[in-house]
């Protein structure tokens, strides 16, 4: 439901501590995409793991989608733009995702899971973010969600800047989802050219600005299409003001880092070699999916 609310105060706006352009790579089966939160990027923005932007009209570059692949230790949140993708997976759970909607799975223990486009033509665009769990909650039961585009919190500023709140909580309204552990924001937002918008963020919390759409101006710092604007963590900084000299949407996503010790093996994420060779161990005996009787 829209309303008219006013911006968020920031006194202390955050500065931008660089830009990054991603890597462009495939994935799944040959699926084309730019990794924007990359390996090297995982300390400094924890509790966030990695951040995937997809998009094309050629469906060579999407068809093949995400066959049957493994995840444990972690959360998975894919926001599609536009174009239809079912998912299945090994716990039993099956949806549809299509534009503006939102796919949220804690993987948990473990399932095994598909990402099929159900589409031979046309635009797929989207992104999938990989949100770290606590050590505590690694070996939890696996959880899915579906959220339909209607389903998703939103709200309209006086400005005419359009929010859709998918984490955490932004002037009042509350996302679709929220974390006690991690306390992710993750916030799609429309600025119509001439437009601010602010957001309060806790100073110890990791954030950044991925920009998909235009041009924006984050603290005196140009912000370009396809480029992620990574905020500086300033002990006094209350916050992040958005201005766009265009038409542009963005994603601002930040969250509460953990502080844990990060032992990854692709789709594996724990905290010790010794809990990947477990996961390793569990995938090859077929214990990794297996629903918790």
């Not at 140009?222 to 900084?237: F, I």
Request: aromatic share 8%; charged share 20%; net charge negative.
């Amino acid at each position: 439901m829209d309303t008219s609310l006013t911006s968020a105060t920031v006194q202390h706006p955050r500065s931008v501590e660089r830009l990054v352009a991603g890597q462009v790579t495939s994935d799944g089966a040959g699926v084309k995409l730019t990794r924007v939160l990359t390996h090297n990027l995982q300390q400094r923005l924890d509790p966030f793991l990695m951040l995937d932007a997809f998009g094309s009209d050629q469906p060579d570059d999407y068809i093949a989608g995400f066959p049957d692949h493994p995840h444990r230790g972690f959360e998975t949140i894919t926001y599609m733009i536009a174009g239809r993708m079912l998912h299945r997976d090994s716990a039993g759970h099956e949806g549809l995702l299509e534009n503006g909607g939102v796919q949220w799975m804690t993987a948990g223990r473990g399932v095994i899971h598909s990402e099929i486009p159900q589409q031979e033509d046309g635009v797929m665009e989207g992104f999938q973010l990989w949100l770290n769990l606590p050590a505590r909650d690694k070996m939890c039961a696996p959880w899915y969600r579906d959220f339909k585009a209607a389903d998703l919190p939103r709200y309209t500023t006086g400005q005419g800047v359009a929010v859709t709140v998918i984490a955490g909580s932004s002037q009042g309204v509350t996302g679709a989802v929220t974390r006690e552990a991690t306390a992710p924001l993750y916030l799609d937002v429309f600025l119509p050219a001439g437009a601010r918008f602010e957001q309060l963020v806790p100073a110890g919390h990791n954030a950044f600005v991925y920009v998909h759409r235009g041009e924006v101006t984050i603290a005196g710092q140009t912000v370009p299409v396809q480029r992620m604007a990574l905020l500086a963590n300033s002990p006094e900084a209350d916050g992040v003001v958005i201005d766009a000299t265009a038409d542009a949407k963005v994603l601002l996503i930040s969250g509460q880092p953990l502080k844990e010790p990060i032992a990854q093996y692709g789709p594996f994420v724990m905290n010790t070699q010794q809990e990947i060779y477990q996961a390793l161990s569990d995938m090859r005996d077929g214990r990794l999916g297996e629903v918790a009787v």
